[in-house]
């Protein structure tokens, strides 16, 4: 080997490519490749078989006459709208309750997390049975106070609300953990300075802790409206968005176009439309929350 | 998961939630404190669900039938356990998540740490456009690209196979990032003294790097575990055969199978989570922390 090819073989060129390679090849492959083919697809007509045929911007043109579309999109929209403020406000409300030290914070907080570990599915399984119609546990508590009997999941005015209800549950614990992080690294220091300048307990939470909280507070509601709009798992396993139409959302009725129907091409561009939504959404929040938050350092 | 938001460059420190803080913890420890009548009912609202499931699943069949429920069984039926052992190969099911949660785990930790170790201190050619790429499929949700990865696991014969659920899962933008930023801020003075040692790169990374990255490995690990045991809808397209189910998928089809043996079903939801949360309960530190991380670095 001549002096100079073994002095690129050591180089720092060779030594970094053969570090990142395996990894990037892997996200190039099922990540980079995936996203411009898709792209490419939403401007075919392909059933995931025959060779795809150009269709230009029809699949586009389509969406608005589409009743399924809207209402998925509509679904969605509100499932966020509700979705985002239950599920960040109670982690917070969640959090604040356990950052004490008293007897029994430990199970108190094990209580909170533990519905983070448990999978879509699982989650899905127990409100199945707890929101029975006829033998539910939830219809005969509701129905201790006066209230129901309810239908949830199988009552076309209720079926989306019942699934809200569940997924906060399911993802008060996650708020909650990301707020605890946050509230321990809020320095005593300030809060023992306006305790002795005579500040009330919830002026002190309004004034010093909640603004303190301002990034945190913003990657939840970023993070819960990006998970909002994706909701797939509950709807799958619970209605498959029934009754009737009441809980269809975009990513249920793309996975069905493309892999129950065969409707590839149209299925890609309703991805691309629910992407713009969310980087638009995004867009949105983080303009606000840049205007609002303050970033202590 | 996308962990798209507000990618900032501030590494380092692991945010940990404290068990106990530098407060004088005697102060309020045994004070009755008003905030249990909110903490109670808030941990009961928590728990119920988990805690309906487990006493369904040890009762009958009738039991389940009643209205209002029966909230004491008259006589615990372990035998429901069994018998969905018997119905279902949930011993299959758990065996194929266990061994592509491993698999998956383990690829990222090698392949994330290689990569994030490169990004981090190797200068070579095209690495900004190429980590600025890998960042951008931070931000793409899944259903944008889940049509044509099907089609090219396809095309790699991996349908139906554990491959399927492995192969595009070994590597992922999220670990990249966090172990880079980690890796960044190390001091590097150890690093350049190991290599006028004589030290290889790879020799770096394994004996000095690595070592020192014990917290931030466990919540890539964690995060990777995570996602991978509950996941659904990539297993759901591509997965058919039973036998090559995981847990979530076994779990929809035996319910699609056994919908009014609610008592069966909840046996097999409770087998289901128990993996789970055994290992919270005992890397409960490491969880929470990986959790908190996830999401201020996201």
Redesign the interface.
Same mark, same amino acid.
Not at chain 1, 12 to 17: I, L, M, Q, S
């Given at each position: 080997m001549s002096v100079s090819v073994r002095r690129i073989m050591r180089s720092?060129?060779?030594?970094?490519?053969a570090?990142?390679f395996?990894?990037?090849a892997?996200? #190039?492959?099922?990540?980079?490749?995936?996203?411009l083919? +898709?792209a490419l697809?939403s401007f075919q007509k392909t059933n995931?078989l025959s060779t795809p045929e150009w269709i230009g911007l029809d699949n586009y043109r389509a969406l608005p006459k589409d009743p399924l579309f809207k209402t998925s999109m509509v679904h969605a929209f509100i499932y966020a709208a509700l979705f985002v403020p239950l599920s960040v406000g109670g982690g917070l409300f969640?959090a604040v &309750? %356990?950052n004490?030290?008293?007897?029994? *914070?430990?199970?108190?907080r094990?209580?909170?997390?533990?519905?983070?570990?448990? +999978?879509? !599915? &699982?989650?899905s !399984?127990?409100? %199945?049975?707890?929101f029975?119609p006829?033998?539910?546990?939830a219809?005969?508590l509701l129905?201790l106070v006066g209230l129901g009997p309810f239908g949830f999941f199988t009552s076309s005015d209720g079926a989306l609300y019942s699934i809200i209800a569940m997924t906060v549950?399911g993802w008060?614990?996650?708020d909650a953990? !990301?707020y605890?992080?946050?509230l321990?690294?809020v320095p005593?220091e300030l809060l023992e300075a306006a305790q002795l300048d005579g500040a009330r307990s919830w002026s002190i939470f309004r004034n010093i802790t909640l603004p303190l909280l301002g990034?945190?507070t913003?990657?939840?509601v #970023?993070?819960s409206t *990006?998970?909002a !709009?994706?909701v797939?798992?509950e709807i799958?396993?619970l209605t498959k968005g029934g009754p009737g139409t009441a809980t269809y959302v975009?990513?249920l009725y793309?996975?069905k176009l493309?892999?129950e129907q065969g409707i590839?091409g149209y299925?890609?561009a309703i991805?691309?439309v629910? %992407?713009v939504a969310?980087?638009i959404l995004?867009v949105i929040q %983080?303009w606000v929350g840049k205007r609002m938050v303050y970033y202590a350092s | 998961m996308s962990m798209s938001a507000e990618i900032r460059d501030s590494a380092g420190a692991l945010p940990a939630l404290e068990e106990e803080s530098g407060r004088d913890p005697r102060s309020d420890r045994f004070v009755f404190s008003w905030w249990h009548l909110v903490l109670f009912p808030l941990a009961f609202l928590m728990l119920i669900p988990m805690i309906w499931m487990i006493i369904t699943s040890l009762q009958t069949l009738n039991e389940t039938r009643h209205f209002p429920p029966i909230l004491v069984p008259s006589s615990i039926q372990w035998q429901n356990y069994t018998e969905v052992l018997q119905r279902a190969p949930f011993a299959r099911w758990f065996l194929n998540t266990l061994v592509v949660t491993v698999v998956v785990v383990a690829g990222n930790l090698l392949f994330c740490s290689l990569a994030g170790y490169a990004f981090a201190r190797i200068k070579f050619f095209g690495r900004d456009v190429v980590f600025i790429l890998v960042l951008a499929t931070l931000m793409i949700p899944f259903q944008v690209i889940m049509i044509p990865t099907f089609i090219i696991v396809r095309k790699l014969g991996l349908i139906d196979t554990l491959g399927a659920l492995i192969v595009p899962n070994l590597a992922g933008a999220f670990g990249i990032f966090l172990l880079r930023q980690f890796f960044r801020s190390l001091p590097i003075e150890l690093e350049e003294a190991a290599r006028i040692d004589g030290a290889s790169r790879l020799g770096v990374l394994f004996k000095i790097v690595l070592p020192l990255s014990g917290p931030v490995l466990a919540t890539v690990a964690v995060i990777t575990f995570l996602w991978t045991w509950n996941d659904f809808l990539w297993p759901l397209i591509t997965i058919y055969n039973p036998d090559n189910m995981t847990l979530q998928l076994g779990l929809t089809t035996f319910q699609g199978a056994h919908q009014t043996n609610t008592h069966l079903l909840m046996a097999a939801n409770v087998m289901s989570v128990i993996p789970v949360l055994f290992l919270f309960f005992v890397a409960q530190r490491f969880f929470i922390r990986g959790i908190a991380t996830s999401g201020l670095k996201g």
């Open positions: 720092d060129h060779v030594a970094g490519w570090f990142a395996p990894a990037v892997l996200i #190039v492959v099922f990540g980079i490749v995936p996203i083919w +898709s697809m995931l969640a &309750a %356990l004490r030290h008293i007897r029994g *914070i430990r199970f108190y094990l209580a909170v997390f533990v519905p983070v570990v448990v +999978s879509t !599915i &699982a989650t !399984i127990m409100f %199945l049975w707890l029975d006829n033998f539910g546990l219809n005969w129905g549950w008060i614990g996650f953990i !990301i605890l992080a946050a321990q690294g005593n990034p945190a913003l990657f939840l #970023v993070f *990006i998970n !709009i994706q797939f798992d799958y396993f975009p990513v793309l996975f493309a892999f590839a299925a890609a991805a691309y629910l %992407l969310i980087l995004t %983080l | -």
